[in-house]
């Protein structure tokens, strides 16, 4: 299983900005893929998560209403639409899954494969 995710950049607030992440090595069909970030001396937090098996998305409460996670039709890139961008956004962005994951979790020890990090800097 390999992700590798890319997109990230330096934007100012109220800019958009989309991440990718791309899978190989298995099929997300029935399986759980989030997002996750990560700001300097904080921990890693859940963003966004999108679950094929009962094909639900969940989102943090930060992000809510401007990030939208979704998936392409080859089902082998997933992608994290971000839009109206402040500056708390800043972080390592992640992406993750695991081949035993069928339903969404903020936790980050409940899945086994991650994406090398794309960073993103919102400022002015």
């Known amino acids: 299983v390999q992700l590798q995710a890319s997109g990230g950049g330096l934007v100012q607030p109220g800019d958009s900005l989309r991440l990718s992440c791309r899978v190989s090595g298995f099929t997300m069909d029935g399986n759980t893929v989030a997002w996750f970030r990560q700001a300097p001396g904080k921990q890693r937090e859940g963003v966004a998560c999108s679950s094929s098996t009962d094909d639900t998305t969940n989102y943090a409460e930060s992000v809510r209403h401007r990030f939208t996670i979704s998936r392409d039709n080859t089902k082998t890139v997933v992608y994290l639409q971000m839009d109206n961008l402040i500056v708390e956004d800043t972080a390592v962005y992640y992406c993750?899954?695991?081949?035993?994951?069928?339903?969404?979790?903020?936790?980050?020890?409940?899945?086994?494969?991650w994406g090398q990090g794309t960073q993103v800097t919102v400022s002015s």
């Open positions: 993750a899954t695991d081949l035993l994951r069928l339903s969404c979790s903020w936790s980050s020890a409940d899945f086994g494969s």
